[in-house]
């Protein structure tokens, strides 16, 4: 039999980075908003439980273990006994874009797991896939995140909007990036990220209710960006030209590489050939919300 399925991924519209943990992971405040069905999944099941085969279609390769297969061997230490698998996924976003493609795609296949088998996933299979599996797996279209990314709370949908994705040719690792930003704001020689738990938190909630409002916020924070700027300094005609054109807010997605913007689903259309002339740019995803 063949399913196939839908993959989402995400933006942080903000991202604080409040507190460096003994665990090495960071814990962060930000607000997440679904971007649905980027990339699609065909699950083949077989009656012989030795096919086991993650290909991708197109384009992207994928370095290392793929997220969907350490999905597997998590389900089945937890004792989930699968059929025979042949997962083809159709890749359309590059790794190290921060818009949790891969982590989708893990999410997705939990969601067809669920079904199929008829069982619960658990936090801690979410958790031990990735920490933005979570919000993914979650039915959510907008959620606070705060902890490391397990811990979520809806939040109402803002007014209908148009959304620009820009992905530009180079992509960065989500590790090497927390290593960069600990040594930029020199947390383990007694700095600290600019924001605490309380500021981000009070921060986030004037930038959503701004939003609500469907007021102009301007530049959205994010806590990778002074670091990431200082070697892509590309990255500021984009914001410009989101200004110039009169966006609700704009900013970087995750630790980067990607960058995007609002704009009202019922103001002029959105001039895509604007971005035309940044050569950086390699990719344009959108979406209009015509609610
Ligand atoms: C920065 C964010 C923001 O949403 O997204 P991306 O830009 O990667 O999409 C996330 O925190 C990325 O989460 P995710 O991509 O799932 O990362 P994981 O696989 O859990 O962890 C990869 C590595 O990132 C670091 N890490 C991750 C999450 C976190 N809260 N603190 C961390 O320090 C750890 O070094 C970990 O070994
Ligand atoms: N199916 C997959 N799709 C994308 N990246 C994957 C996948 N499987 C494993 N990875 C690895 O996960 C990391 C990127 O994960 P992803 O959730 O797409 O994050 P990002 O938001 O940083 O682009 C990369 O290191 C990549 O090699």
């Not at 109402?156 to 930003?181: D, E, H, K, R």
């Not at 704001?185 to 009070?202: M, R």
Request: aromatic letters at 10%.
């Amino acid at each position: 039999m063949q399913y196939t399925l839908s993959s989402d991924g995400k933006l942080n519209l903000t991202l604080r980075i409040t507190e460096k943990r003994g665990d090495g992971y960071h814990n962060l405040v930000s607000l997440f908003l679904r971007l649905p069905a980027m990339e699609s999944l065909t699950i083949s099941t077989y009656k012989d439980n030795n096919v086991r085969e993650i290909a991708t279609t197109g384009h992207i390769v994928i370095d290392g273990k793929n997220i969907v297969e350490k999905t597997i061997e998590c389900l089945e230490s937890k004792g989930w006994s699968l059929p025979g698998l042949h997962v083809a996924l159709a890749k359309q976003i590059p790794p190290g874009t921060g818009l949790g493609a891969g982590s989708g795609n893990a999410a997705s296949f939990l969601r067809w797991a669920r079904l199929f088998e008829g069982s619960e996933v658990t936090s801690d299979i979410l958790e031990k896939i990735g920490s933005d599996v979570s919000f993914l797996y979650s039915r959510s279209f907008l959620s606070l995140v705060v902890g490391k990314g397990e811990k979520s709370a809806c939040r109402g949908p803002l007014p209908p909007m148009q959304i620009v994705v820009a992905i530009p040719g180079w992509g960065v690792s989500t590790s090497l990036a927390y290593a960069g930003v600990d040594a930029f704001y020199g947390v383990d020689k007694g700095g600290s990220f600019p924001c605490n738990e309380w500021t981000g938190l009070a921060e986030v909630e004037k930038i959503y209710q701004s939003l609500l409002r469907g007021e102009n916020v301007g530049f959205l924070p994010n806590d990778f960006y002074p670091w990431l700027a200082e070697q892509h300094p590309e990255y500021e005609a984009f914001f410009n030209e989101c200004e110039s054109s009169n966006a609700l807010g704009y900013g970087l997605s995750g630790s980067g590489s990607s960058v995007f913007a609002l704009f009202p689903a019922n103001g002029k259309p959105v001039k895509l050939s604007q971005f035309e002339k940044m050569e950086w740019i390699q990719q344009i995803l959108f979406w209009s919300d015509d609610r």
